[in-house]
């Protein structure tokens, strides 16, 4: 249902997408993995319009995503920002009902449905507790589930996650996963950006793992996740297992010697 | 929610009494009831003189102004998320006011009234834009700011240059005191003159309240979800510089309305910015109301005027803010 063919994105002669194609199928939860300044946020960007890519489409239903109204746009897709801002001291419950914000005309009060969208999203993320809360005084963990809460309440088909689980807590980070995997399912899809390599391979369809720029695997996380991949982008030394769930832990820094080449053959430690 | 719809009740009701206070309290007090009847029946007694010539076009442009400070100030710091922001702040005061200064200095308003709003509100527009230039584009918030310092410089230098080059003493007290914030002396006719770009102005900002809200959480959030902050931009300044160009025109320089009154109001409406507006223009309006009734109550030899007040009462609350941001933040 989400498309993105060939983008480019350079800044200030720097290029930060190159030639990245992928492809988000409903029912599918995707994660987007790689190291810091690998480009996955800025590639979040595009689909959710926030930057226009230089150079590729992206389609949306098959759809340019250029030709779908940006009020069209923000009832399909919703884009959960990395450490979005909360300026005003607005409660828990009147930041989710933000999300439902696409869905009313100028003049409309949230309706039955739309507090029935809200209420569930409260209860998705586990803010229940949390609803009359001054949304500013909430720790980080708390903030990023509000901010969850608020882009599940608009009800999209598409939704972009930007390290959700980052600031979690243990309990928290499987919860919010089993939310994007409970999400991506009928007609509707998730893009995930992750940086738990165990939780990307446990709960994700398939996987993107980007590196500089570019998308150097892809496919199911067994795939991506090879010793080799992550020695030659993460340039660390992992031991993995196959117990009841996956895991994945990274053991030491690899040597330098070692980093020679990832799967399109170039030197990546050499450039 | 029901708590806020008691708390607009509340402000309509004030500003209804502070209104027929306004009518009522003066040198000359009146008694309403008969002068409205008097008025009504047509007859040229004093009182039906004062009450339609005078006291009704003052409390009326005081309402009309008062509501267009509070609710550009709320719009304003709605848009740019921050509670020290004010209708002043892109410029449009300042530059209203110098080019309604330099029509005053030509002295062109004595036979054309309509040229002092028209200059004043071509001022406030001239000055969002070079603001907005000046800024760019795709600017940040404190860019777009420290832009709207450099024009509100510019344009008091400018009134600081007609002052010094004005010919007479009396020249210099004119201008001076249209810069202060005046209400008394104003007819139907100046309310007439100053209505069609404050409603247009109005009507502008009439519905952004939802996409304020939605800018609560930051403008690349707002922007995913389908608001274009740059028009939203556009949008609030141009109305800001329409009825805010409009209300200088027509009182000079009230301050600190559109500063205070957001900041008063928005505990009782949730902190949301779109259900302020509506608050803070009924809020706006009562407060320049109750300002112009104090200057005529309180006692000095030389008639007190209008913004001197407001700016009084509000600087101390501008300090008592920044106190309070300052302990926030630390």
């Excluded at chain 1, 309440?153 to 919010?176: C, N, R, S, Y």
């Excluded at chain 2, 403008?219 to 740059?230: H, K, W, Y």
């Excluded at chain 2, 200088?248 to 009230?254: F, H, K, L, S, Y």
Aim: with cysteine.
């Amino acid at each position: 249902m989400l498309q993105a063919q060939g983008i480019h994105i350079s800044r200030g002669g720097r290029k930060l997408i190159n030639d990245v194609s992928l492809d988000l199928s409903a029912g599918k939860l995707v994660g987007l993995i790689g190291p810091n300044g690998a480009g996955t946020s800025t590639l979040l960007d595009v689909p959710a319009g926030l930057v226009r890519a230089d150079a590729g489409s992206v389609s949306l239903h098959n759809k340019d995503l250029h030709r779908i109204a940006a009020s069209e746009r923000g009832r399909v897709l919703a884009w959960v920002a990395q450490s979005g801002p909360v300026n005003w001291p607005l409660t828990v419950e009147r930041i989710v009902t933000l999300g439902r914000r696409p869905h009313l005309g100028t003049w409309q009060q949230p309706s039955g449905e739309d507090k029935r969208a809200i209420d569930a999203a409260i209860a998705a993320t586990d803010c229940e507790h949390l609803r009359r809360q001054d949304a500013t005084t909430l720790s980080g963990g708390e903030r990023t589930r509000m901010l969850l809460a608020r882009a599940l309440a608009g009800e999209p088909k598409v939704l972009l996650a930007d390290e959700p689980i980052a600031a979690l807590d243990l309990k928290h980070q499987l919860q919010t996963m089993d939310v994007l995997r409970r999400f991506a399912a009928d007609d509707r899809a998730c893009l995930v950006v992750l940086h738990d390599l165990s939780l990307a391979a446990r709960y994700c369809d398939s996987l993107y793992l980007m590196h500089e720029g570019s998308i150097v695997a892809q496919g199911a996380p067994a795939e991506v996740l090879t010793e080799h991949h992550l020695r030659s982008v993460y340039e660390v030394e992992v031991e993995s297992g196959q117990g009841q769930v996956p895991w994945l832990v990274a053991v030491r820094p690899a040597e330098k010697s070692s980093v020679v080449s990832s799967s399109t053959g170039e030197d990546i430690a050499g450039r | 929610m029901a708590s806020d719809r008691y708390m607009y009740y509340w402000l309509t009701t004030v500003v209804l009494v502070l209104f027929v206070a306004s009518l009522a309290i003066g040198r000359e007090p009146l008694p309403l009831l008969a002068a409205t009847v008097a008025w009504w029946q047509g007859s040229d007694s004093v009182h039906a003189i004062i009450l339609s010539q005078i006291r009704l076009p003052r409390a009326l442009i005081a309402l009309v102004a008062g509501a267009s400070l509070g609710l550009c100030g709320a719009a304003m710091q709605g848009l740019l998320r921050n509670p020290l922001a004010s209708p002043g702040l892109v410029g449009s005061a300042s530059g209203a006011a110098f080019f309604a200064v330099f029509v005053l200095y030509f002295g062109v308003s004595a036979t054309l009234p309509w040229i002092l709003p028209v200059a004043a509100m071509c001022g406030a527009l001239l000055a969002t834009v070079v603001v907005y230039l000046m800024a760019g584009r795709n600017a940040s918030i404190t860019t777009l700011i420290l832009a709207g310092v450099a024009v509100n410089a510019l344009a008091t230098a400018g009134m600081s240059l007609l002052l010094n080059l004005a010919p007479s003493p009396f020249a210099v007290r004119e201008l001076v005191l249209w810069t202060l914030g005046d209400i008394t002396d104003r007819s139907l006719g100046d309310l007439w003159l100053m209505l069609p770009t404050t409603v247009l102005g109005w009507l502008m900002l009439a519905g952004v309240g939802g996409q304020l809200d939605t800018l609560t959480l930051g403008e690349r959030t707002a922007q995913s979800m389908g608001i274009r902050p740059q028009w939203l931009r556009w949008r609030v300044f141009i109305a800001v510089s329409f009825a805010v160009g409009a209300a200088v025109a027509t009182v000079g320089m009230i301050g600190f309305i559109g500063l205070v009154v957001p900041h008063l109001l928005r505990p009782y409406v949730g902190f949301q910015p779109g259900r302020l507006l509506p608050a803070s223009a009924l809020g706006g309006a009562a407060m320049l109301l109750a300002a112009d009734i104090g200057v005529r109550i309180i006692p000095t030899d030389t008639p007190l005027k209008v913004g001197v007040l407001t700016a009084l009462v509000g600087a101390p609350f501008f300090l008592r803010l920044i106190v309070q941001s300052r302990r926030e933040y630390m």
